[in-house]
């Protein structure tokens, strides 16, 4: 009788979960769905799931419509821009606060904690302002360096520093290495995992960034995706089969970095090469 209502109850679960999946896998399909219909079908009542037939010219009159290429290239150049300093720089601040002993800093730490609370939209006139002395406005430079600080990634890395046993330092200054050697050649390779989930949110922000970048970008020439993709929409109408098409090709990238990446989140590293 038990193992009966224990496969039951396995039976509900698999139930219950197949179709949270099925809710959240939904949308998704509709998108793909979407992108092979023709603008009066993405409209039409009753809705319709499957295109009547996959019609291809979303594509090419996407193309022809916005500098979607040009907009590809930003983003990769402001994503790439954001992501590899990020998680460099988070990642030695995450070491100095899990490993090295100076003042004030538990007060510095909570400090960069309370500044999370001060809303993106507070100082985004002084930022503009410092965009503008620097002479950063329609570059770069300017969308890149003020997304560079993350006290969410440092706050990551350091949880899993410090899960790491102290005895790898102990062993590694008793051989002679200092900090810069124990960080790059022990604590880095240990926190692969985190580094890993660390840099696929960090790169979901980066990529998906549209606020600052609307602010700081002008000229056309230098809109990254998001500012692209919103200008489909119009005040009066809007081509929903155009916008199913930019959103699909916006996303496979993160999709694809997520597939090859995925094996890394249920790895656990942190007591690698040390017995306790």
């Known amino acids: 009788m038990l193992n009966k209502t224990n496969n039951v109850l396995k039976y509900c679960e698999f139930a219950f979960f197949s ?3 099925l809710i959240w896998i939904l949308p998704f399909v509709w998108t793909i769905m979407s992108v092979f219909k023709t603008y009066p079908e ?15 010219g979303n594509f090419s009159e996407l193309f022809g419509r916005m500098k979607f290429f040009t907009y590809y290239k930003n983003n990769i150049i402001v994503t790439l821009g954001i992501l590899i300093p990020q998680i460099f720089l988070s990642s030695m601040a995450a070491y100095g606060f899990a490993r090295l002993n100076f003042p004030f800093k538990n ?3 909570t400090s960069l904690f309370i500044a999370l609370m001060v809303p993106l939209q507070m100082i985004l006139m002084p930022r503009y302002n410092m965009m503008i002395s620097f002479g950063w ?3 770069y430079l300017g969308v890149i360096i003020p997304c560079v600080p993350s006290v969410t ?3 990551f890395i350091r949880q899993q520093i410090l899960g790491l046993p102290r005895s790898l330092d102990e062993a590694a200054f008793i051989d002679g290495a200092n900090h810069w ?6 604590i ?3 926190s692969k995992s985190a580094l890993l989930a660390t840099g696929l949110m960090c790169l979901v922000f980066a990529w998906n960034l549209f606020l600052w970048p609307l602010i700081v970008l002008n000229n056309s020439d230098w809109y990254t995706l998001s500012i692209g993709v919103a200008s489909l929409q119009g005040q009066n109408a809007t081509r929903e089969n155009l916008l199913f098409t930019a959103a699909l090709l916006v996303s496979l990238p993160v999709i ?18 040390v017995k306790e």
């Open 19 to 21: 179709l949270l999946a």
């Open 42 to 56: 993405t409209v039409q009542l009753p809705v319709k799931l499957l295109p009547n037939e996959f019609y291809l």
């Open 107 to 109: 007060v510095i730490f």
């Open 137 to 139: 406005i329609d570059s």
């Open 153 to 155: 990634c440092t706050f």
């Open 181 to 186: 050697t124990i960080y790059w050649r022990i």
């Open 188 to 190: 880095l390779p240990l």
């Open 256 to 273: 694809v970095v997520f597939l090859f990446t995925q094996k890394h989140f249920i790895s656990g590293v942190a007591m690698t090469g």
